[in-house]
Structure formats: structure tokens, C-alpha cells
């Protein structure tokens, strides 16, 4: 049972890193990918790791193999836009800035892990804020990330609509008095339901990134917000300035 896990960890790491050079334009549409022989030699693999890696590349549509020849990657493959998550863009082909396509305000109760971490009675409301995030590379537009803010409902002030398009609670909360002191970020990976991969677009096999973060204004807790994000369409890039 152990050889066949690390055999299956080792074709699809190999798989992954030339599905990743796919998608990223360095093996263009009809090149040729690393022989069988090849990849044997390069990763130091029997000749049933390097066949399993081709076959799953296959599999997925990526490569196509021609008897006697190699195999090559798909014509219809075109480079992946990829950008950062509050950071800046990645340079790569044919990419552009994230765009925010779709804003829904709303209010009621929150998840109960949120209610707990704001500290609410159960039948407390909160201001609920969801972006939907699409990233364009080339004439191909992709529904990238869903972002939700949970946050406390204040009493004397209301969201200015110029505001809802600023995906930024702290922005937001300071324009109402309360000035974010520190955020705690935690950042996951799972696989996708089947709703998310339907509404994202999503590959078979692929997992998406869950980043949540958490708001606090000193002790308390004053906002939640949780972000899904396509893990092969998003590169994380968070810089964490450290005071001295």
C-alpha cells in the first residue's frame, strides 16, 4: 500500500509541474513535452511513474500523443491569467487587472462560527457584502473569486454606495469610526462542492484556496471575511509589514 501511494504522489507532482508550464505559456500549443524516457531520466522514476504522469496529462485534455512521434500539448490550451490577491498583479501572458463584476448587500444571520467569533447572540444580524471577482486573459473571462464580509451593523451610519465596490473592510469600517488594529489571516485548501465548481469553472481535481481573515479593533472582534479563490488562477502575495 505504501509503493502505490508514493507512486501516485510522484506521476501526479510530475504531471502538475508540466501542466503548470501549460498553462503559463512555456510549453506553447503543439510543443513537444518530455518523453516517457525523459522524464525517467529527469525525476529519477521507473518507466510506470513516467507513463502514469503522460496518461493523467492526457487525460485532462492538456497533451495529445501521436504514435511514434511524442506527445504534444493541445492546440486549444491557451496561457492562464493569474494575478495576485491583495498584492500586485503577476506578469503573464495576456492577463489583466482583476475586475469586480457583482456586489450583493444584504442582512441577516450570520454562520455560526462567524456569529461566534463576533461574540452575537443567536439572533443577532449582521451586514453581509459579496464580490464576485473575474479575471481576463486573452478573448476568455473567469469568475476567479467570492469573497463574503460579515460585519457588525452599525447603528448611525450606512454604507456609502461608492464604497461597496472597494472590497476593503478596513476602508470601510474606518469611514464609521473603527479603526482595524490587527487581522488574522488563515488560509486553507480543499476541494471545491460541486455548486462552486459549477459556478467557478472549475477542473476536475482541482482545489480552491479559502482564506479566511479576521478583524479586530484591539480585543474585538469586528468583522469576518472568507474568500474563495481559484487555485489555478490566483497567486497569493501578502506582504506582512513587521514593527520594530
Known sequence: MKEVDVMSATYQSIAEGIAEQIRTGKLPPESKIPSEKDLQLRYGVSSSVSRAAIALLRSQGLIYS???KGSFVSPRWKPVPKSTHNGHPVEAADTQPGKVIAVDLSEGLPPEDVAQLLQLPPTAK???IEYRVEYRGGDVSH???ITQ???LISPDAEIDPRDLHNPDPIAR????????TQ???TISARMPTADEGHLMDIPP???VMEVQRI???HARVVAVSKSLLRSDRVVLNNIHDIAH
Open 66 to 68: 501521436r504514435q511514434g
Open 126 to 128: 449582521v451586514q453581509k
Open 143 to 145: 469568475l476567479i473569486e
Open 149 to 151: 464580509h460579515y460585519e
Open 173 to 180: 469600517q474606518a469611514r464609521s469610526g473603527v479603526d482595524i
Open 183 to 185: 487581522v488574522h489571516e
Open 205 to 207: 481535481g482541482k482545489p
Open 215 to 217: 478583524y479586530y479593533c
